[in-house]
């Protein structure tokens, strides 16, 4: 069993390794757990753990005799949570961009439409307190994007859809990615403020229709201003 220490070690390990191979930093390929470990100056065993969690992950491919081969892309686990971040913090390119956007159209409307049947009085009030923060970022008394963020997954948790509730980690790294570039656009909420007051009326109504119809609209929207 690896002390908190050694956790320490090899989370750290892991971060440095999957930033580097999101990055693109190693080509093809990473260096043998040896080479890593003088690399990095950290045990065997740490070494050996942050390898077991980039493949579980599926950046790599660890084959006794063939080396730590990086994986295509499209093996990536890309709803993990590290991968995500990894992704947020390099520079994401215009076309994964709208990827994330693909990914929210077919979530999103479904969610505020499940919303409207399964949302009990809790829930609904956790999508009106966001609301509420995003009428106070709007005048520069709260975080813009902590508050969106809350906004969508409140939606999420309010489908009463366990499943879709799990993507609540890709649409906040899905928004903070995003954001970076819309805001660039048209400057301040990603979210129009007049759109989410209809997504949640709908939803606290019981009118599935109108709250899929006026997220489909907001996600439409920007996928309009990431085309130009």
Not at 23 to 37: F, H, K, Q, T, V
Not at 39 to 61: H, N
Not at 80 to 85: E, N, P
Not at 211 to 227: G, K, P, T, V, W
């Amino acid at each position: 069993m690896l002390g908190p220490t050694t956790l320490n070690i090899t989370h750290n390990l892991t971060n440095t390794l999957g930033l580097a191979i999101v990055r693109g930093e190693y080509a093809g390929a990473l260096p043998s757990e040896a080479d890593l470990c003088h690399q990095y100056g950290v045990s065997r065993s740490s070494t050996r753990e942050a390898v077991k969690m980039l493949s579980a992950k599926g950046l790599i491919q660890s084959r006794p005799k063939q080396g730590i081969r990086i994986q295509e892309e499209r093996y990536w686990n890309m709803f993990d949570g590290d991968v995500l971040k990894w992704i947020l913090v390099s520079k994401p390119t215009l076309e994964l961009l709208k990827e994330f956007l693909d990914v929210r159209v077919v979530i999103e409307p479904q969610a505020a439409a499940l919303a409207t049947k399964n949302g009990n009085e809790e829930a609904i009030a956790g999508i009106r307190r966001a609301l509420i923060r995003l009428n106070e970022a709007d005048v520069g008394l709260d975080d813009p994007l902590e508050a969106e963020v809350e906004f969508h997954t409140a939606i999420l948790d309010a489908s009463g859809n366990r499943f879709l509730a799990q993507f609540s980690d890709f649409v906040g790294t899905a928004l903070r990615v995003t954001q970076r570039y819309t805001s660039k656009i048209r400057g301040g909420l990603e979210l129009n403020l007049k759109q989410a007051q209809t997504v949640y009326e709908a939803i606290a109504s019981g009118d599935a229709k109108t709250a899929e119809a006026a997220m489909r609209s907001q996600l439409s929207e920007l996928i309009d201003l990431l085309n130009g």
